[in-house]
């Protein structure tokens, strides 16, 4: 059995890549991974499945950013965040 498609991008909390992958697993359960650092957090369903859903980017909003911006020719400053920051979604 093959990778599923990743369906959406959050921020990894351990090394702040924003293209943290969010694919489902064999049950449909959404779970991350992060192609940079290698971390995998798991979800199992429930609350915490939900919150990841609500935090995520997901994969047609990405390309129509991407497109809005191409050929602006504006620099896009990107700021970094914390680990909490990144777990939680709350700023220190």
């Known amino acids: 059995m093959g990778k599923k498609a990743a369906i959406g991008y959050v921020s990894c909390p351990t090394c702040g890549n924003d293209h943290m992958e969010v694919r489902p ?4 359960n959404p779970y991350c991974y992060c192609p940079e650092c290698s971390q995998q957090v798991m979800t199992h369903g429930g609350a915490r499945a939900a919150r990841l859903l609500a935090r995520m980017r997901p994969l047609a ?4 950013d991407v497109a809005a911006t191409a050929g602006k020719g504006k620099a896009v400053e990107v700021k970094k965040q914390g680990f909490w920051e990144n777990l ?3 700023a220190a």
Do not use: L, R
């Not at 697993?25 to 449909?28: C, E, G, P, S, V």
């Not at 909003?61 to 129509?64: C, G, L, N, R, Y």
């Open 61 to 64: 909003a990405e390309a129509d």
């Open 25 to 28: 697993d064999k049950n449909d």
């Open 88 to 90: 939680t979604g709350v």
